[in-house]
């Protein structure tokens, strides 16, 4: 985005988005914990997943029609991957959404695909400072990414988000969201390494950081 575009627009330095998101995550933290705000925090996820989108996007400045069009491969990519796997189990495990996240199509809601390219694009960034190769940048990522959803699964699980067939979560999970993000980052890649936006770091980190106190401290409050 051009420096007129910003000051139109007024969108606030980088730096400063890391205080908002600190006090954004907070009350989000507290919302989920006490008992009379939960349930309106729960239907707020997928408004929560558009924002943040949004405003880690207002700061990406390689607006360029590969980078368009990969995202949207990754989008559509992503929610049909979802949507075989809720029909034949393959390859994540048998699973199944709730009606939580809106809108749904085929019974998988169409914000997952905004999900995935949400978190391709956080690690793409963060992979970017690593000074190696594409390749190892995207396997790096790919790490990245399946250790943030070793705190997302019981998040999910718990707020009702989507439900695992065999009540636990199978290994497949975690080995085929590691192989489908290796190749959506490697996909990315095809663009420049994009080390110029900071809140696509800020929100990545302080999401895990939140998923992991608030699974620590459900597992606490329920002793």
């Known amino acids: 985005m051009s420096t007129e575009r910003k000051k139109l627009l007024k969108i606030p330095g980088q730096d400063k988005i890391r205080s908002f998101l600190m006090s954004y995550y907070m009350i989000g933290f507290a919302g989920f914990v006490i008992n009379y705000t939960y349930d309106i925090f729960r239907q707020l996820i997928s408004v929560s997943i558009v924002l943040s989108v949004v405003l880690m996007m207002l700061y990406h400045r390689n607006w360029s029609r590969r980078f368009m069009v990969v995202s949207l491969i990754i989008f559509v990519c992503g929610w049909g991957i979802e949507f075989i796997g809720t029909k034949t189990g393959f390859p994540f495990g048998a699973y199944s959404y709730t009606r939580l996240l809106v809108p749904l199509l085929g019974g998988v809601p169409l914000i997952l695909g905004l999900n995935w390219f949400f978190l391709v694009y956080c690690t793409f960034v963060i992979s970017s400072f690593i000074p190696s190769t594409n390749t190892v940048r995207s396997l790096a990522g790919a790490l990245m990414?399946?250790?943030?959803?070793?705190?997302?699964?019981?998040?999910?699980?718990?707020?009702?988000?989507?439900?695992?067939?065999?009540?636990?979560?199978?290994?497949?999970?975690?080995?085929?969201?590691?192989?489908i993000s290796f190749i959506f980052l490697r996909l990315m890649y095809i663009n420049k390494p994009e080390k110029q936006n900071k809140p696509g770091i800020y929100v990545f980190v302080f999401q895990a950081g939140f998923f992991a106190a608030l699974v620590l401290t459900w597992k606490i409050m329920s002793l």
């Open 145 to 179: 990414m399946t250790a943030y959803d070793l705190l997302l699964e019981p998040f999910a699980t718990h707020t009702g988000m989507w439900e695992w067939e065999a009540g636990t979560i199978p290994l497949s999970n975690y080995i085929s969201w590691f192989v």
